[in-house]
Nanobody, 123 residues
Framework: QVQVVESGGGLVQAGGSLRLSCAAS????????MGWGRQAPGKERELVAT???????SYSDSIEGRFTVTRDNAKSTVFLQMNSLKAEDTAVYYC?????????????????WGKGTQVTVSS
């Protein structure tokens, strides 16, 4: 089992910046990719940024160029630097960790999510 805990959310004005942090604990040696998702009121959760253990990143179109995901493998932590924030970035942000495991010859991918941290951007 892997546990992930987010921190760093808050209230910020449009155009401002915030940095989210996420620390993983437990069976962290299995973690491959980590990332961030978000869920705005009335909308489904979307995965906005991921980073592999090798440092390869991917971003959703909605945050491309404004957010940067980084990772400290030694500390099993992942960060999301959010710049040029917009009102539409308001959401609960969730940390995600993926653990692939081969069980009985079958590759299974387990995903672990944190409880989330609120980010509110005022316009």
């Amino acid at each position: 089992q892997v546990q992930v805990v987010e921190s760093g959310g808050g209230l910020v004005q449009a155009g401002g910046s915030l940095r989210l942090s996420c620390a993983a604990s437990g069976d962290t040696h299995c973690i491959s990719a980590m990332g961030w998702g978000r869920q705005a009121p009335g909308k489904e959760r979307e995965l906005v940024a991921t980073i592999t253990s090798g440092g390869t990143t991917s971003y959703s179109d909605s945050i491309e160029g404004r957010f940067t995901v980084t990772r400290d493998n030694a500390k099993s932590t992942v960060f999301l630097q959010m710049n040029s924030l917009k009102a539409e970035d308001t959401a609960v942000y969730y940390c995600n960790a993926e653990c692939p495991r081969v069980e009985n010859g079958v590759l299974n991918r387990y995903e672990y999510w944190g409880k989330g941290t609120q980010v509110t951007v005022s316009s």
